[in-house]
Each structure stands twice: as C-alpha cells, then as structure tokens.
C-alpha cells in the first residue's frame, strides 16, 4: 500500500496533557506492513476538524484514512458521525469482523465505522493502544485487498466483490 494517513483524534494528547502512544505505535506496525508513507495528524475530538482531515486525505490520495479514538459512547466522541459524513459507501464488514474477533469484552461497543470515499478506504479504529494495533491487525487482509480493488490494481469477478 502506497500512502496511509492516520488521524488520532484525543481533546487531552493534542493539548499536550498526555502523550499520545497510539500514532507511533500504529506508524511502525503500518511501515513494517511496507506502507511507503504513513502521515499523521493529532487533533482535538472536534467533528468539523475530523472532516477536513479526511476530505484532505482522500484529496491527496492516501490509499486509506484511519483515526484512532473517539468510537465510544462519551459525549465528544463524534468520529463515526464525521466519517459519515465522508463516506459515499459504507463498508461495514471490516468492523463487524473487528467487533466479532477483537480480544476486548467491550469490543462489541465500539459504533466504528469503515466506508469509502473516492479512492479512499476509511476505516475508525479504537482510542486505546493495544486495541487499535489489534484492529489494524484484523483488518488487515482486507483493508489490503479492498484498496487494490479499488484502485483496479486487482480484477475481482467473485460474488462478493
């Protein structure tokens, strides 16, 4: 995968209160996957804010826009609302499987989302460290082959594609 931009979203990491263990541990998984470039972006739990990102990563043809943080249930946590209104298709297999097989017995009540937008898979992962690494690792083979279908750097001719 060519280009990956990742977007954590956290009001307290991008004040500088804590520091955020998210993005560099999803940068070093994503380059050792061989992505060829991963940006990031550290941003307050706003929606407006999450919108531009992901418009200016489908615009620069990121091959996929993840965010970690923000799915939960607190009142700031607005990023799968945001990333709809990105989307012009959801995906939402890619987060049904993450629900289903991810190790955390609060997995089922992450509200992620997966969708696309343009040429761009956007995919929300959790805020937590060890549970966005986990997603990604999940999804993985799919994310990987939903871009290249995408992109038509694959043929698909199945059912289910």
């Known amino acids: 995968m060519e280009r990956v931009h990742l977007i954590t979203l956290s009001d307290r990491a ?15 998984w994503l380059t050792g996957k061989g992505v060829q ?18 418009r200016g990563a ?16 607190g009142p700031r ?6 990333t709809r209104r990105v989307m012009e298709r959801e995906a939402p297999g890619i987060c049904e499987l993450i ?9 089922f009540a992450s509200r992620a989302v997966c969708g696309i937008a343009g040429t761009t ?21 799919l994310l990987a082959h939903a871009v290249a279908v995408l992109r038509k750097e694959i043929q698909t001719g199945g059912p289910c594609t």
């Open 77 to 82: 946590d607005i990023t799968p609302e945001a």
């Open 14 to 28: 991008s004040r500088g209160e804590y520091t955020d263990e998210s993005t560099p541990l999803l940068v070093t």
């Open 58 to 73: 489908v615009a620069a043809g990121a091959a996929l826009a993840l965010t970690c943080g923000g799915t939960g249930f």
């Open 99 to 107: 629900r289903a097989r991810g190790g955390h017995p609060l997995a």
């Open 121 to 141: 898979v956007l995919l929300n992962l959790s805020g937590r460290p060890a549970a966005a690494l986990e997603q990604i690792q999940l999804a993985w083979p």
């Open 37 to 54: 470039t991963v940006t990031t972006a550290l941003i307050p739990d706003e929606p407006g804010l999450l919108e531009t990102e992901l």
